[in-house]
């Protein structure tokens, strides 16, 4: 598993509310990398990062915003939870040319 | 732009049936090909990558350039396939990071 852990691993919330998920890893790969994934649409990403305070936009990033301010942690933060939000969050690292996922967390926006 | 089309969203099998997954590609560079599984509840797991050439619990996959496609294929399905497979690519972006691209998946069911 690459020692990824996300937390939390599942959260309900309200429309409009803030939301920080972390992403932890113990093996010290450069890149992380958002997902999130829906019925119908597989894994989109987020946002990613290749470096320490070094990030970039991925295909679905409005509404969203990340940060990496250590090498192990990379946040995901929703500013304004909104119900178009609710879906299965799933954080990645690149190892030896290919990814590896955490264990997802399910956010649900009511 | 790099993009990855699965047009199968569901595949339906019985046991003992070849199985093909299809995936086709489109980018401007030279890939690099995997196929990732996501078993009930489960993370999504690496499968297969072309550049390996191996064969992973049955299933194979070719890189066909001139077709732009990786197909996963298995001769014989079995039932602990049922799961969902999604295959990604990846490039460079214009900055040269790493960065994949998955498809929205086909879901594999064996019935028995």
């Known amino acids: 598993d690459a020692g990824i852990t996300q937390s939390p691993r599942h959260k309900v919330t309200e429309t409009g509310t803030p939301v920080t998920l972390r992403c932890h890893q113990t093996?010290?790969?450069?890149?992380m990398y958002w997902y999130r994934q829906d019925p119908g649409h597989g894994l989109r990403l987020i946002h990613y990062?290749?470096?320490?305070?070094?990030?970039d936009k991925g295909e679905v990033s409005d509404g969203y915003s990340v940060s990496r301010s250590k090498t192990e942690d990379f946040l995901l933060t929703l500013e304004s939870a909104t119900s178009s939000q609710t879906s299965v969050y799933f954080c990645?690292?690149?190892?030896?040319?290919?990814?590896?996922f955490g264990e997802g967390s399910r956010l649900t926006v009511l | 732009a790099q993009r990855v089309t699965q047009p199968e969203k569901l595949l339906s099998v019985f046991k003992g049936a070849p199985v093909e997954l299809k995936c086709n590609y489109s980018y401007s560079g030279s890939p690099e090909l995997f196929w990732y599984v996501q078993y009930s509840r489960q993370r999504l797991q690496l499968l297969l990558r072309?550049?390996s050439r191996e064969s992973i619990k049955g299933f194979t996959a070719d890189l066909n350039k001139g077709e732009t496609s990786f197909h996963l294929k298995k001769p014989f399905a079995q039932e602990e396939d049922s799961a969902m497979y999604y295959c990604a690519l990846s490039g460079l972006t214009g900055g040269s990071n790493y960065k994949l691209t998955f498809g929205k998946g086909t879901l594999l069911t064996v019935n028995p």
């Open positions: 093996e010290n790969h450069r890149y």
């Open positions: 990062s290749y470096g320490v305070k070094d990030t």
């Open positions: 990645a690292v690149r190892g030896t040319g290919e990814l590896f």
């Open positions: 072309h550049i």
